[in-house]
C-alpha cells in the first residue's frame, strides 16, 4: 500500500510537466489538449474507493495514453528540414546557400537535373561546333594554299610550252630540225561534192 501511495505521489508530481507540456504542444496550428489527464485526476479522487487492481489498471491505462499522446507530440515536432519555405527571398538567401535547403528545392530536384542535363547538352554541342569551324578555317586555308601552287604550276608549264621556248630549247639540243618558219601558211580551200 506504501508503494501504491508513492506511485501516486510521483505521478502527481510528473503530472503538471506533463500536462504543462502538452498543452504548449502544437501540432498543425492547433493545441493538443490533454483531456485524458484531466480526466485521470477526476479518477484518482474516485479511485480510493475503488479496489486496487482497477487502481493499477487505471493506471496502466493512462501511461499508455500518455505514451501515445507523446509519441504524437514528438513525430509532429520531430520532421527533417526547415517547416515552411522562406517568405522572401533575397539575394543573400540566395548567395548564403540557404535556397538550397528549402523543401521547395527538394522537391524540384528532377527539374534541375534536366536543366544540368539540357545545360551539359549544350555546352557539348557549342564545343563540337567551335571544333568544327576550327577545322573548316584549316581545311580552307589549306585549299587555298593548293590553289596557289595549281596556279603557279598552271603558270610555269604555260611559260614552258609556249612555242617559242619549245623552238628554243630545241634548237639548244640540237633534238630537231623544226625552225618557225618565215612564210605564212597557205589557205586551201577544199570544195564540196
Known sequence: MKEDKDKQKENQAQQPAVD???????????????????????????????????????????????????????????????GQAPQTLTLRKILGGDILNTNFMRNQIGVLLLITFFLIIFIANRYSVQQDLIKIDKLHKELQDVKYKALSSSSELTEK????????QLKNNKDSVLKIPSQPPYIIVVPDE
Open 20 to 82: 504543462a507540456i502538452l498543452s504548449q504542444t502544437n501540432i498543425d496550428g492547433q493545441t493538443v489538449v490533454a483531456e485524458h489527464h484531466v480526466a485521470g485526476k477526476a479518477e484518482e479522487g474516485n479511485g480510493k474507493d475503488k479496489d486496487k487492481a482497477k487502481k493499477a489498471e487505471s493506471q496502466a491505462e493512462r501511461d499508455a495514453e500518455d505514451l501515445r499522446v507523446f509519441k504524437k507530440v514528438i513525430k509532429a515536432q520531430a520532421h527533417e528540414g526547415d
Open 161 to 168: 610550252s609556249r612555242e617559242s621556248n619549245v623552238l628554243d
